[in-house]
C-alpha cells in the first residue's frame, strides 16, 4: 500500500471513530455527586489556534466552605479524553459534576480540536492557551487563580501533563494539582500488551493515533508528544494523583510516571485498579465511583484555603 492511500485510510477510520463513539451515551449510574450543579455555561475561549469551546461548571452552593476564599473558589480544568480523535467533552460530564459539587470547584472543560482535522501539537497549544485564559479570566469571573488545577482522562490525562510542561517552560501559570486517570505519556510506540486478550487501547487503536494526529514519527519524542522523555517532567509536575489499571496497555507507563515524580520527590499518590482495562471511569458503575472521589479527594488536599502543598 502506497503511504498516500495509507494516510487516506487512517483519515477514514479517524472520521469514523469521530462519529461512532459518541453515540455511546455514559450511563447515568456513573455520576456519584450527591449535589446536582447547574448546567454549564458555554464560553468560546480564544486560542493560537482559533476559538475552543469550553463548559463551565460551578460549585454546588453547599459544597465544602474550605474550599471558598476571599478571591473565590479554586478552579480545576478537566481535559476529556478520546485517543485525541473524538470530541465530545459531555462524555466526561459525570466528573466535571463531582468536582463541582463535592469538591467546591469550578470545572472548566475544554473541547480542544482533535485528529484529523488537526495534528500535534495542536490540542497541546489549544489545552495550554486555555489554562492561560483560565488564569486571566479569574478577577473577572470570580474564581481564585491562584488555586489553579489540571486533570485529564486518556489523551486528555496527556494534555493535563502538556499543560504542565509548558507552565513550567513559560512561568505563565501555577498549578497546585493534578490528577492523571490512565495517562498516555508515550507516542513513540504503538507495541504496548495487556495480560488481557482483548484490551481496549489494542496495538491497532495504538497505530490509529500516533498515523492520524502526530503523524510525523520523526517528532514523537519531542517533550510535548511524549512527555516521558522530557527531562524537566519532574520539576513541572504539581502534586499528582495517578490512576491506573491492571489489564491495560498503558498502565505500566502510568506507573512508571507514578514511581518517577514520587522518586524525584514530587507529592504522588498512586493507585492502579485490579483487574481492571483502560478507561475504567467510564466502564463501570463502581471503578468510576471509585476514581471520581478519589480524584475529588486529591483536589480538594491541595486546593482547600490554606493548604500546604
Known sequence: MSTRARHAGVRVAAHLAQRLLPLTPTPRSFSSATRRVSPPEVVDVPTRHGAV??????????????????????????L?????????????????????????AVVVLADYATAPQVRYPV????????????????????????????????????????????????????FRAAALAFPVVDLSRADRTSAKPRPRISR????????????????SREPLASPRFDD???AAMPPTLILTGALDTLGPEGDELAARLSDAGVPTT????????????????????????RIAGHLVQHLRVNSVD
Open 204 to 219: 491497532r487503536i495504538q497505530r490509529l493515533v500516533i498515523d492520524s494526529y502526530l503523524v510525523d514519527t520523526s517528532r
Open 270 to 293: 498512586h493507585h492502579c485498579f485490579e483487574g481492571i482495562d483502560h478507561g475504567f471511569t467510564r466502564s463501570e458503575a463502581a471503578s468510576a465511583h471509585d476514581a471520581t472521589k
Open 53 to 78: 469551546r469550553c463548559l463551565i461548571y460551578w460549585p454546588h452552593p453547599d459544597a465544602p466552605l474550605a474550599m471558598t476564599g476571599a478571591d473565590g473558589p479554586p478552579v480545576n480544568l478537566h
Open 232 to 234: 524537566e517532567l519532574t
Open 80 to 104: 476529556h479524553g478520546g485517543a485525541f480523535i473524538v470530541r465530545n467533552p459531555r462524555q466526561e460530564e459525570y466528573i466535571a459534576h463531582h468536582i463541582a459539587a463535592e469538591a467546591g
Open 123 to 174: 490540542a497541546e497549544q489549544e489545552c495550554f492557551d486555555v489554562a492561560l485564559w483560565v488564569r486571566g479570566e479569574a478577577g473577572h469571573r470570580g474564581w481564585d487563580a491562584a488555586r489553579m488545577s489540571v486533570t485529564g482522562a486518556s489523551a486528555g490525562a496527556k494534555l493535563a501533563i502538556n499543560v504542565c510542561q509548558q507552565a513550567y517552560r513559560t512561568g505563565d501559570v501555577g
